[in-house]
């Protein structure tokens, strides 16, 4: 099996900042791409950052200058740091991975239970 925990969310105010942290475990032989997803109540899910192994990222257009994603390829982590944190901004955040299992497996996509960010105005 794999798990997929994330850590950090919580309530901020506007202009704040929040750090969000996501554990990869279990049976795991390569993780490619790992990211961040958010869906605030009543709207689709939405993809917010991504990062490649070799550390290529691509953001929403909403997040850029502001969000920063990064990995931990030896510990199967990916964070989140999140700034300048704006009310639109809330919404329950997804941790996202593409994970082989085994040696010559397939890839398969996993999720984690998701953490809730409010950003007060």
């Known amino acids: 099996q794999v798990q997929l925990v994330e850590s950090g969310g919580g309530l901020v105010q506007a202009g704040g900042s929040l750090r969000l942290s996501c554990a990869a475990s279990g049976m795991i032989f390569s993780i490619n791409a790992m990211g961040w997803y958010r869906q605030a109540p009543g709207k689709q899910r939405e993809l917010v950052a991504a990062?490649?192994?070799?550390?290529?990222?691509n953001y929403a257009d909403s997040v850029k200058g502001r969000f920063t994603i990064s990995r931990d390829n030896a510990k199967n982590m990916v964070y989140l740091q999140m700034n300048t944190l704006k009310p639109e901004d809330t919404a329950v955040y997804y941790c996202n991975a593409i994970i082989i299992r085994v040696v010559g497996g397939k890839w398969y996509e996993y999720w984690g239970q998701g953490t809730q960010v409010t950003v007060s105005s």
């Open positions: 990062v490649t192994t070799g550390g290529s990222t």
